[in-house]
Structures are given as structure tokens and as C-alpha cells.
């Protein structure tokens, strides 16, 4: 063999060796990616279905668990009770938590939202779609109040403390 054959052949080695560090490496940033394990301190789900989904107004109940500026900020039927269309209306809503963060002893849980008002023959009336959403919420002995919503909407970004 001449020295240039031997040099291409330990050139190739050589960036074959690299590409494989370099996708393996790519498979771990994936993986890390992929397994990400947001912050969960409380779960409000329920909570932030009740919000928007609640046909029953703004009552004692509701108010044990929100202000009434989340409930009117969020309740659908208040929202769309003034569209023409055939009644008794039909909530969809479907959430995605993204992550949550505790500061200054209230949490922030952050979530995307889909939401659909079908009308009584089931047609789509409105709709929303990915919607950025962050809950104020306090805890205090196990009970869960929302304090405050923002939704950011018109490409507002949601701000990186939230994230």
C-alpha cells in the first residue's frame, strides 16, 4: 500500500469515529429532550376545567376555589352565551400542562389549552386553538385557590419564568 491509501483509510477511520461521537451524543440530547420531567407541585386540571366549563355562573362554591375575575376571564358559556346558534351549547376543552414553578410561595402553572363550543346539532360554533395560558395558584393546607389567569394571545410571548 502507498502512504496516500493508508492516509485516506485513517482519514476515514478517523471521521468515522467522529460522526459516531457526534450521533451518539445527538441520541443522549434526544433522550434527555424527549424524558424532560417538568415541575409538578399541585394538580389543577380539574380546577381549570371547572373554570372553563362550568355552566352554573360564578357561585360559593366556585368562589371557595377562584376569584371571580378567573371566572369570568375564562368560563366559556359567559363568553359565547350571546352567539346565534342552536342551544344547548357543548364544551370541549383539552389541556396540556408545560411546566410549573413556585416563586414567592405561589405557583405558576403554565399550560396550553384546545377549545371547541359545538352548537345542539353538534356543529363547531368557535373554537380556540394552542392557546398559552399561566395559572396563579396558592395552596394553603391542601386546598387549591387560582388567584389569576394570562393567557397569551396575538403571539405574546409567554415569559421565560413561566417556562
Given at each position: ?74 368560563n ?87 417556562r
Amino acid at each position: 500500500m502507498h502512504d496516500t491509501e493508508i492516509d485516506n483509510i485513517d482519514s476515514i477511520r478517523n471521521y468515522s469515529i467522529i460522526a459516531i461521537i457526534l450521533i451518539i451524543i445527538g441520541i443522549i440530547s434526544l433522550y434527555n429532550y424527549v424524558s424532560y420531567d417538568h415541575n409538578k407541585y399541585v394538580d389543577i386540571n380539574s380546577l381549570v376545567n371547572k373554570a372553563y366549563t362550568s355552566s352554573k355562573g360564578y357561585d360559593s362554591d366556585m368562589a371557595k376555589y377562584m376569584s371571580k375575575d378567573v371566572y369570568n376571564n375564562s368560563n366559556s358559556y359567559s363568553a359565547y352565551k350571546d352567539l346565534d346558534y342552536k342551544k344547548p351549547i357543548k364544551l370541549s376543552l383539552k389541556l396540556t400542562e408545560i411546566n410549573q414553578h413556585k416563586i414567592n410561595g405561589k405557583i405558576f402553572a403554565y399550560m396550553i389549552y384546545d377549545f371547541d363550543v359545538l352548537d345542539a346539532t353538534g356543529k363547531s360554533v368557535a373554537g380556540s386553538r394552542r392557546i398559552p395560558v399561566v395559572f396563579t395558584v396558592r395552596e394553603t393546607n391542601g386546598n387549591l385557590y387560582i388567584e389569576d389567569t394570562h393567557e397569551y394571545l396575538y403571539r405574546d410571548p409567554v415569559p421565560k419564568i413561566y417556562r
